[in-house]
């Protein structure tokens, strides 16, 4: 195998390209950000995915067998322009005409996401769409793309549920800074239903699906995570890993006061652990169908236990190393088709 990552310079794909380098497989990781982790800077190529000519040429160059598509805006921050994500669906649909002229490829994976369905929303079927942010609309695109590029190699799609473990900095820079300094507090102690997933059982499941028969993944898609859990033991298990101690619960108006007022605060520039938000998804069920993904790839292999065992020790050991990658905006940067 022959693997090439487009972002393994991210929070996935750092964990994809260090399973890859454990287990002895030619990698390359395309991303217009160094890595997260500094040891994988052999790895990596500087490149956009709006570049045609960069992306034929890595290609043609590393010949791979196997792609896993992970490059894209994630965050949810522009709500008034699609042409911010125009790398995710535009990019997409480049790095597909690319892939489709390059006859080493023999599996490809695309990296959708949970959003395109809002929360509360169960799709019906893999085309049944209803997003509630232009990021989730970037990816219906994406997917819309994939399905329409007339590959010839074998592909899949994946949408990540919400992913937590080792090189994961939006939990180093928020939740577990707020926790070890004693400040975290839970809203209430009602049942919120959330579909998480430790990242070294997403990784596991990539790696399944580009090893099962053609026949089980081919054109299919899958939800990559772990069973929909109470958020209360989540956050439980984090914080016993953490800091040795349960966690604190407030009354949830007293949480969804201070969100309000870490709405102000961010409109002004000031950073805070709270707002409207971040107080939405620790109150709301989020629940996405893993039946399919357990029936064809198996039950993932690490325990709850496992995952926070890890990331506490990558916390403690490696975290500090990491740089938060730059975020380029398109829409500001035109000369990206010809870096």
Request: with cysteine.
């Amino acid at each position: 195998m022959r693997l090439l990552v487009t972002g393994g310079s991210g929070f996935i794909g750092t964990n994809l390209v260090q399973s890859a380098l454990e287990k002895g497989v030619e990698v390359l990781n395309l991303d217009w950000n160094p890595p997260l982790k500094p040891a994988h800077v052999p790895w990596w190529r500087e490149w956009s995915i709006m570049d045609r000519q960069a992306t034929e040429k890595h290609l043609a160059d590393f010949r791979p067998t196997h792609v896993v598509h992970l490059a894209a805006r994630t965050d949810t921050d522009v709500q008034d322009d699609l042409n911010a994500y125009r790398q995710n669906h535009e990019g997409t649909a480049i790095l597909l005409e690319v892939v489709n002229a390059t006859s080493s490829i023999e599996r490809l994976i695309v990296t959708s996401t949970q959003f395109v369905c809002e929360a509360g929303y169960l799709p019906k079927d893999d085309h049944d769409y209803k997003p509630f942010t232009l990021y989730g609309e970037s990816k219906r695109l994406t997917e819309l793309a994939t399905r329409q590029a007339g590959l010839a190699c074998v592909w899949s799609i994946i949408r990540p549920t919400t992913i937590w473990g080792p090189w994961s900095l939006r939990y180093r820079d928020v939740l577990f800074k707020v926790m070890r300094k004693g400040l975290y507090f839970h809203p209430g102690k009602g049942k919120v239903v959330r579909s998480y997933g430790y990242v070294g059982n997403v990784v596991w499941q990539i790696e399944r699906i580009m090893q099962a028969s053609a026949t089980t993944v081919n054109g299919k898609v899958f939800y990559v995570g772990d069973h929909p859990m109470d958020l209360r033991v989540w956050v439980e298990a984090i914080s016993k890993g953490l800091v040795g101690k349960p966690v604190r619960y407030i009354p949830t108006w007293t949480v969804k006061a201070l969100a309000l007022g870490g709405d102000v605060l961010k409109a002004l520039g000031v950073p805070f652990p709270i707002t409207s938000g971040r107080f939405r998804s620790m109150t709301s069920d989020y629940i996405t169908p893993m039946d399919k993904t357990v029936e064809v790839l198996g039950e993932a292999p690490h325990s709850l236990e496992d995952g926070v065992k890890a990331m506490v020790q990558w916390y403690d050991t490696e975290s500090g190393a990491a740089i938060a990658p730059a975020l380029i905006d398109t829409r500001l940067k035109q000369d990206l088709t010809h870096s």
